[in-house]
């Protein structure tokens, strides 16, 4: 072989050599690349114990609790916020935070409901709420009766009816209802006479067409009848308000009877009477336990009414 011949094949030999090279190169690459895009097996797929609930994610509905739903019920003080205190813990239980909301002036309480400041009322019978909502355009409806608070009457001078002489000075609320409530409560004792043919719940002294004993009446709000008592021989007071002012409701000298038409009740919005949470408020106040809370706690000045 010649000089140039040996020279030539070990040409050829050095380039076939760097020709392998760069294609063992080029397929070391592609398996690197191929190996890095495929995507790994899942954890089910390797691990043979793996189950479906292992590797699924649980459903919010499964892992977070039900919703709580705030409830805001304007009531008077007494009796009313107490009670309402009285089942909170159980509505807790049922996913209703109920608050209480209790006004200076239990007056403010239809327009709080009307202005949507809360959801309920529970403060008023329905005489009184009859008496008010045509004038003031409230669109209500009441979704359950609760108790009964007998009005009574009370003295500081006096130990007992036959006490009450001519002309004695007696003070009746000047609200309608709840004047014309005491009224029929006078009457019914035998003190005066209201004239026939009253069909509402609404009358005043000047409907009165016998009166004995010439009573003079004193016609105010009701809240301030207890304050009143000293200047007055008597006056004829709403239970809540006589339990406010720790006056002792047993020292009433008579009262309403239980068949009282003027249950008090929880009043809502037309509309938001099928809420849950509001049916789950009417459940919870009208219970045995209930029952009993206000029977021990009130005695004869609150009565159930379920």
């Given amino acids: 072989m010649s000089k140039m ?21 080029c397929g070391s690459n592609n398996n690197k690349e191929a190996s890095s ?27 977070e609790p039900a919703k709580e739903v705030t409830l805001k019920v304007g009531a008077a003080a007494v009796p009313h916020a107490e009670i309402l205190e009285f089942i909170k813990p159980k509505l807790k239980e049922e996913g209703v935070n109920l608050e209480v909301v209790v ?9 709080a409901l009307q202005e949507k400041q809360i959801d309920a009322n529970y403060f008023q019978h329905v005489p009184y709420l009859d008496s ?5 355009g409230y669109n209500f409806v009441v979704t359950t009766k609760v108790h009964v608070e007998p009005i009574g009457f009370y003295s500081n001078k006096l130990k007992s009816k036959d006490d009450i002489k001519e002309g ?3 003070g009746i609320p ?46 105010a709000d009701s809240a301030t009848l207890p304050r009143s008592l000293p200047d007055l021989d008597g006056a004829i007071i709403n239970t809540n308000l006589v339990l406010e002012a720790k006056i ?4 009433a000298l008579f009262r309403e009877d239980a068949n009282s038409p003027y249950a008090n009740v929880i009043v809502v919005r037309q509309g938001d009477e099928n809420r849950e949470e509001i049916k789950k408020l009417d459940a919870a106040l009208t219970t045995p336990e209930v029952k ?15």
């Fill in 5 to 25: 011949s040996k020279k030539s094949s070990l040409v050829l030999i050095a380039l076939l050599f760097v020709i392998s090279l760069v294609v063992s190169g």
């Fill in 37 to 63: 895009s495929s995507p790994s097996p899942s954890p089910s797929a390797s691990s043979p114990s793996a189950s479906p609930s292992d590797s699924a994610s649980p459903s919010p509905s499964a892992s």
């Fill in 103 to 111: 006004l200076d002036d239990e007056g403010q309480l239809n327009p």
């Fill in 132 to 136: 008010v909502k045509d004038e003031k």
């Fill in 168 to 170: 004695a000075k007696i």
């Fill in 174 to 219: 000047n609200n309608p209802s709840n004047e014309y409530r005491a009224l029929v409560l006078l009457q019914q004792q035998g003190l005066i006479k209201l004239k026939d043919g009253l069909t509402t719940y609404e009358a005043t002294p000047k409907d009165i067409v016998d009166n004995p004993k010439k009573l003079k009446f004193v016609e």
């Fill in 248 to 251: 002792d409701p047993k020292s």
């Fill in 292 to 306: 009993k809370f206000i029977q021990d706690k009130y005695g004869v000045a609150v009565v159930p009414a379920f």
